[in-house]
């Protein structure tokens, strides 16, 4: 499939499956986020400026993130994004494909992504990583979920929507951390996040400080 045939597909899916992949009432411990979440509060100065990519409808992740930073939420669904304005009123939100937005050179403390990768072209991933590394200040974070196993697929009933045709493609969780280091990001560490018979990988990375191209572990695992 070519990338845009790919993105139209997981664009108008979201458009279409917006509420059923999250409601207006999801509470913000749903799911492992506010875990996530507070590690990135452990580790970032309060009012930091934090780039959440696909945030969906902002709910559970931006609205958490905005409990404490400046966030800027950027998805190409204009449903999800219309929602997100009013969910979260606190955060600035930005429609468009994250592989055509543009940021300044070091603007953010953090860059996350949950769940959205994985959507997006394959081929285009490598890309992606090295723009997060350019818009991440010296020794800023990047959190995201990635592929733990290589898969690309479709389904055409996605969360039981007749219609509801949806597209993932993602490498494994060794050429992601790969991609992620040749980024010019260090790994610090990697989570398997289990989902039905199979999961993610939740990895933290982050950017070397000003004048070092090496960083010191930012936490303990891997
Ligand atoms: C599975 S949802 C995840 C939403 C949210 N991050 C969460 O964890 O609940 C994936 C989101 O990524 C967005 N997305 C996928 N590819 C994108 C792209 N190339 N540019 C911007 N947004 C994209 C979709 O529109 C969708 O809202």
Not at 95 to 120: K, N, Q, R, W
Not at 125 to 144: D, E, N
Not at 187 to 199: A, L, N, Q, Y
Request: charged content about 25%.
């Amino acid at each position: 499939m070519k990338p845009q045939e790919q993105k139209k597909i997981v664009r108008t899916g979201y458009d279409r499956l917006s509420y059923d992949y999250r409601s207006d009432d999801t509470p913000d411990d749903s799911g492992d986020y506010s875990s996530w979440v507070g590690i990135l509060e452990g580790l970032l100065q309060e009012n930091s400026p934090v780039l959440d990519i696909g945030c969906g409808c902002g709910l559970p992740a931006t609205r958490l993130l905005a409990r404490r930073f400046e966030v800027t939420g950027a998805d190409f669904s204009e449903v999800q994004i219309g929602r997100a304005r009013e969910l979260v009123p606190s955060a600035r939100f930005l429609c468009g494909d994250i592989s055509e937005l543009a940021f300044p050179e070091g603007a953010f403390a953090a860059v996350v992504s949950f769940y959205t990768i994985i959507h997006m072209p394959l081929e285009e991933h490598p890309a992606l990583f090295r723009r997060i590394g350019s818009w991440l200040r010296p020794s800023g974070y990047f959190m995201a979920t990635v592929g733990h196993d290589a898969w690309t697929g479709s389904d055409e009933a996605y969360l039981g929507v007749p219609g509801g045709r949806m597209c993932w493609s993602h490498a494994d969780e060794k050429t992601n951390v790969r991609w992620i280091e040749e980024a010019g990001l260090h790994v610090s560490w990697t989570r398997f996040v289990p989902e039905g018979d199979s999961g993610h990988t939740l990895v933290l990375a982050q950017k070397p400080p000003a004048g070092n191209d090496r960083v010191r572990c930012a936490g303990g695992e891997n």
